[in-house]
C-alpha cells in the first residue's frame, strides 16, 4: 500500500493563496481561450473601453447618451396632464397670442426691410455721386466749368444722403431686425406647442410648414450680417434675397392663418 502523505492544514491554505493570486495574474485572453477568436477580441475591446480611460470609449459613451435621452423622453415626448389640463393655457386668450404676435411681426418684416433699403441707398449714393461727377465736362484752361444738368442731379443726391444719414436706418434697421428674429423665434415655437397642449397633436400641413421655413430664412439672413459688415456684397444681395422669400411666404400664409383663428375663436373656450 502507498503511504499516505500528511500536509499541514496551514501548507494547504498558503498554496491556496498562491494558486489564486497566480490565475490573477495570468493574462485576461487566457480566460477566452475556449471561445472563438471574434467573441474574445469584442470581449477584449469592451474591457478596455471601460477600464481605459486614454481609450476612445465610444462605447460607454454611447450608453451614456442613450441613457441621457431615455431620462430626456420623458420630457420631450410626454405632456403634463397638469399643463394639457389647465383652462389658461389652453383657453383663446393664450392661442391667441401666437396669431396677433405674428401678425405685428408681418408688418414688422416689411418695416423691418424699408428701413434697411433705405440705409442700402445711404450707402450706395457716394458711388452715384462719383459716377456721375466723372461724367461733368472738363474744366477749360483757365479752370472754368461749364454749367451742367448733371449739377442739379448730384446735389439733390448729396442732399438725400444727408437726410438719410441723419434718420439713422442703419441702427433702425439692426434694432428691428433683432427684435424679428428673436420674438419670431420665440412666437413660432410658442404657437405649435399651444396646439399640442390645446388638442395632443400637431397638424402638418402648409401653414405649419412655411412657418418652419420662416424661422430658416430669418437664421440664415441673420448668420449673414457679418460677412455683410466685412463689405460682402454677395453676402448683401443674399440677405435682400432670403428676406424677401421670408416676407412673400409671411404673406402667403396669412390666409391660413386666419383659418386656423375661426376655430380656435369657434372651439377654444374662454380665457
Known amino acids: ?29 487566457a480566460k477566452l481561450s475556449k471561445r472563438s477568436p471574434k467573441a474574445a477580441q469584442a470581449t477584449i475591446t469592451r ?18 447618451l442613450a441613457s441621457a435621452a431615455g431620462l430626456l ?18 383657453g383663446k386668450t393664450v392661442s391667441l397670442i401666437h396669431p396677433a404676435i405674428m401678425l405685428f411681426l408681418f408688418g414688422s418684416t416689411a418695416w423691418t426691410g424699408w428701413l434697411g433699403w433705405q440705409w442700402r441707398r445711404a450707402r450706395l449714393i457716394p458711388a452715384e455721386v ?3 461727377k466723372a461724367q461733368l465736362p472738363k474744366p477749360d ?3 472754368n466749368r461749364p454749367s451742367s444738368p448733371l449739377d442739379q442731379q448730384i446735389a439733390e443726391l448729396e442732399e438725400t444722403r444727408k437726410a438719410l444719414t441723419k434718420g439713422g436706418f442703419r441702427d433702425k ?5 433683432s427684435l424679428l428674429l428673436g420674438l419670431g423665434v420665440l412666437i413660432a415655437i410658442e404657437g405649435p406647442a399651444n396646439t399640442y397642449l390645446r388638442t395632443g397633436k400637431l397638424f402638418p400641413g402648409p401653414h405649419l410648414y ?12 441673420a448668420s449673414l450680417v457679418p460677412a455683410m459688415q466685412k463689405g460682402n456684397d454677395t ?10 422669400v421670408n416676407l412673400a411666404l409671411f404673406a402667403w400664409q396669412v390666409p391660413t392663418g386666419f383659418e386656423i383663428v375661426q376655430k380656435v375663436w369657434e372651439f377654444a373656450p374662454w380665457p
Open 173 to 177: 434697421h439692426w434694432n428691428w431686425g
Open 1 to 29: 500500500m502507498a503511504a499516505k502523505m500528511l500536509i499541514p492544514g496551514p501548507l494547504i491554505a498558503s498554496q491556496g493563496v498562491t494558486n489564486r493570486a497566480a490565475s490573477l495574474s495570468r493574462p485576461f485572453t
Open 130 to 132: 462719383k459716377e456721375l
Open 235 to 244: 453676402a448683401r444681395n443674399t440677405h435682400i434675397a432670403l428676406n424677401a
Open 73 to 90: 423622453a420623458p420630457f420631450l415626448l410626454d405632456v403634463d396632464p397638469a399643463l394639457a389640463g389647465n383652462p389658461l393655457l389652453t
Open 210 to 221: 412655411a412657418g418652419a421655413a420662416i424661422v430658416v430664412l430669418w437664421a440664415a439672413a
Open 47 to 64: 474591457s478596455q473601453a471601460k477600464m481605459d480611460p486614454q481609450g476612445d470609449a465610444q462605447l460607454p459613451m454611447s450608453a451614456a
Open 141 to 143: 484752361a483757365e479752370g
